[in-house]
């Protein structure tokens, strides 16, 4: 659907509009050395000089999508800055819709230029937009600068050929009809005598004035090639155009005509004889079909009573193939249980013979019964300890009432 697109915007604009992008590209390339990019941007990203076609993307035209996109971004930031504008350089770690947007957001701002495609064309690195981006900001580059481009003024060059005026001796197409025109059907009957007499004259002039004797010519060689090359311009052929060509097209018009119809009548007669041998044909095969048929017919019948019992018996290894697929999935359940279940017997009966499990057991008392003893020590130093307590405390409870006692019997006294 896209190459349809794509098909339909080039007969809109015509069929040049495929090559457009390569004299796009020569011209950018010619305002960037304008520019001086080789010394300002090439040789501070150590990079190669752009080739005639570089952002140009043609399948016969070998890219690296990658570095191209790079090549856009460091060349587009570099022609803002030109502009008068800051922008940051991109980095290779920057999104590419995000870089995209922000070159087309500066190309907007500036006056007369509109953008109508969306930043996704530009993803690519090389194509037409990418070019026609580079080549608005350049011009605009150029206007920051004061540079523009001037028509070329051609020198006059006057040549020998305009100077010398048209002579008798110029040959045009128009004297070569005047010259090789019909006479009229009235003067074709008519027998000019005096143009005879005169012609039977210079014929004898001609001869009577032939010399005996061969001539040799006295001209230098050199001034012989002067007057050639003097007259040499003089004796050219002008074709120019006149109404009468048209009749010329019309008679090849019928010729090629005369010559199709000969030719489409020898290849129709050999087209008939074609035609009947093909029907011939097809009748002898329609008819030995016919035959064969009628031959084959026992053998057909009972090829499809064949067909039908064979289809009987795939019906049924089918039902049976069925059944026998559940059972094995049953079969492989219940085998699955039992490999669990001999497991387990195999568990058991291991720890059974076994006097590991014993032992551990003996161990294990052994050690309870020393923490046991352990525990007995401490609960003893433990209730030793609160009974020290209990008497301390008794002491000096008694100790504290008798001493209040004797404050009592003092105040007392």
Not at 20 to 48: C, T
Not at 60 to 73: C, D, H, K, R, V
Not at 372 to 398: F, P
């Amino acid at each position: 659907m896209a190459d349809d697109g794509r098909r339909g915007e080039e007969d809109e604009r015509g069929p040049g509009a495929i090559h457009q992008v390569f004299v796009l590209m020569e011209a950018l390339l010619e305002k960037l050395k304008v520019l001086n990019y080789e010394e300002e941007l090439l040789s501070k990203h150590n990079m190669k000089t752009l080739s005639r076609h570089y952002f140009v993307s043609s399948p016969y035209l070998a890219s690296n999508p990658g570095e191209q996109f790079y090549m856009f971004t460091i060349m587009a930031a570099w022609l803002i800055n030109a502009c008068g504008r800051s922008f940051s350089k991109p980095q290779e770690d920057d999104e590419p819709t995000a870089t995209v947007s922000n070159i087309l957001a500066e190309l907007r701002a500036f006056q007369g230029l509109k953008v109508d495609f969306p930043p996704s064309k530009l993803k690519s690195g090389s194509g037409e937009h990418v070019c026609f981006v580079l080549d608005r900001l350049a011009d605009e580059a150029l206007k920051r600068r004061g540079f523009s481009f001037k028509r070329p003024n051609y020198p006059t060059e006057s040549t020998e050929e305009e100077s010398v005026m048209e002579d008798d001796a110029e040959l045009t197409l128009n004297k070569v009809e005047e010259f090789l025109e019909e006479p009229d059907e009235d003067e074709e009957n008519l027998v000019d005598l005096e143009a005879l007499t005169l012609q039977s004259n210079r014929t004898e002039a001609a001869v009577a004035a032939k010399p005996d004797n061969i001539l040799q010519s006295t001209v230098d060689v050199a001034a012989w090639n002067l007057e050639v090359e003097r007259v040499l311009p003089l004796l050219k052929v002008t074709i120019r155009t006149d109404n009468k060509d048209w009749r010329i097209h019309v008679d090849q018009m019928h010729q090629h005509q005369d010559g199709i119809q000969f030719s489409l009548q020898e290849a129709k007669s050999y087209l008939d004889k074609v035609q009947e041998d093909i029907s011939k044909t097809l009748e002898k095969v329609s008819s030995r079909e016919k035959y064969i048929n009628k031959q084959l017919e026992d053998v057909i019948s009972e090829y499809r009573n064949a067909q039908a019992k064979l289809s009987e018996v795939k019906e049924r290894y089918q039902l049976a193939s069925r059944v026998v697929a559940q059972r094995t999935r049953v079969l492989a359940e219940i085998s699955e249980e039992l490999e669990k279940v001999k497991q387990e017997m195999e568990e058991r009966g291991s720890s059974m013979s076994d006097g590991a499990a014993v032992v551990k057991i003996k161990q294990s008392v052994s050690k309870l019964k020393q923490e046991i003893v352990r525990m007995d020590v401490r609960v003893g130093v433990v209730e030793h300890m609160l009974l020290q307590a209990k008497l301390k405390e008794k002491s000096n409870m008694t100790m504290d009432l008798h001493a209040a006692n004797m404050a009592a019997t003092a105040a007392f006294v």
